[in-house]
């Protein structure tokens, strides 16, 4: 039996661990990491706040020197054992920070914030752990991620419909847990990566090398002999000329305030002193 202060989990600690074990001892190219930790270094490019000490959630640590100043202290929490920096915190997750309120002036979190058992409770204590006018900047794997390899299991499973991913949320869910946290000006847009693949194993081995497979509590499904040679047609019954087959993947980017005093705000509704009708109804020519 559970309650509101213990929702049930949704996902499997151990297991949403040990992929990213797993991820970290492959070779791949881990192109989706790349392209997380650019799109976030260009993002600070355009803040003129100096941050002081920053806080970095998840596998992106190893990308810090493409997001950060080299000389700004960071400290890594990276769901997993490692060592990359001296100042590291192991074996905590985003609903579990071990960290006093307004420990940092920035925290980025990326690439795993979809798959916390409780997101609105993280990002609670994310904003928490920032200092007034401290910047959260989040990135999260969002609805229409990886749709071609989940309609193919579909179509594979055909009338035994099983959960080879776990659901990911879309824009405004996003958009309204950012707020919902409590962070003043408030920014949540998306892109998409598409990548083209001459087979679903290729798909399944860069979900792999990035460390975001399905980590969903429960047991786990035997594919099976059948089960790929299904997929195998599959796929290349959805082949193009090239015998080239599209992948998606979408990039969820929030960003978010710790509210403060001098920061800016909106004007109180009926505060305006011209009328927007009237600004549209007026003709250009007068």
Known sequence: MTSET????????????????????????????????????ERLTFVT??????????????????ILPADMHCTHMPLISWGGA???????????????????????????LDSVNDLPGALIQIRRILKPDGLFLGHMFGAGTLAT??????????????????????????????????????VADQDVTEVRYSNWRGIVSDVRDAGIGNALAGPRAY??????????????????????????FTHLFLSGWAPSENQPRPAKRG???????DILSKNPED
């Open 6 to 41: 213990n929702p049930p989990e949704i996902f499997d600690r151990q297991r949403r661990r040990a992929l990213r074990e797993r991820a970290s001892r492959r070779q791949g190219e881990q192109f989706l990491w790349t392209h997380i930790a650019q799109d976030l270094g």
């Open 49 to 66: 706040r100096v941050f002081e000490h920053a806080l970095i959630i998840g596998p992106i640590a190893e990308w810090q020197k493409d």
């Open 86 to 112: 001296e100042d590291t915190q192991n074996g905590f997750e985003e609903d579990r920070l071990p960290f006093a309120p307004a420990s940092f002036d920035l925290v980025i979190s990326a690439g795993t």
């Open 149 to 186: 390899l989940k309609s193919m299991f579909l179509e594979s499973d055909a009338d035994q419909v099983r959960p080879h991913m776990h659901p990911q949320i879309d824009l405004r869910s996003a958009a309204d847990l950012i707020v919902r946290a409590g962070f003043a000006l408030p």
């Open 223 to 248: 594919l099976g002999k059948n089960a790929i040679n299904r997929l195998d047609r599959i796929f290349a019954a959805r082949a193009d000329a090239h015998g080239k087959v599209p992948e998606y």
């Open 271 to 277: 505060s305006a002193q011209v009328s927007l009708a």
